[in-house]
């Protein structure tokens, strides 16, 4: 079965950083968009950055100059490198996994990793 295993979250102090990883198996990983997405309590959940297959990556303003994705497809991994954190990076970051063939629409989610940045 298709699973995405999310690593690396945690606790830092403001201007730290942080690498999250997420590992998948049962894709044909290659083929799929990849995303991060976060939520913070009490506030939806929203996409962070995603990258295409091709390694086209975009980002949210937010995080724009801070959060570096990437991806290795013959690890089948996807990576968030987080530098200068700040408290309002404080959520839970979901690993998400997403392709269309023939009209039919696949879409995988993480558990989750906690994030947590404070002094």
């Known amino acids: 079965q298709v699973q995405l295993v999310e690593s690396g979250g945690g606790w830092v102090q403001p201007g730290g950083s942080l690498r999250l990883s997420c590992a998948a198996s049962?894709?044909?990983?290659?083929?799929?968009?990849m995303g991060w997405y976060r939520q913070a309590p009490g506030k939806q959940r929203e996409l962070i950055a995603g990258?295409?297959?091709?390694?086209?990556?975009n980002y949210v303003d937010s995080v724009k100059g801070r959060f570096t994705i990437s991806r290795d497809n013959a690890k089948n991994t996807m990576y968030l490198q987080m530098n200068n954190l700040k408290p309002e990076d404080t959520a839970v970051y979901y690993c998400?996994?997403?392709?269309?063939?023939?009209?039919?629409?696949?879409?995988?989610w993480g558990q989750g990793t906690q994030v947590t940045v404070s002094s």
């Open positions: 049962g894709i044909i990983f290659s083929s799929y968009l």
């Open positions: 990258i295409t297959s091709g390694d086209s990556a």
């Open positions: 998400n996994a997403e392709r269309q063939r023939f009209g039919v629409r696949y879409n995988y």
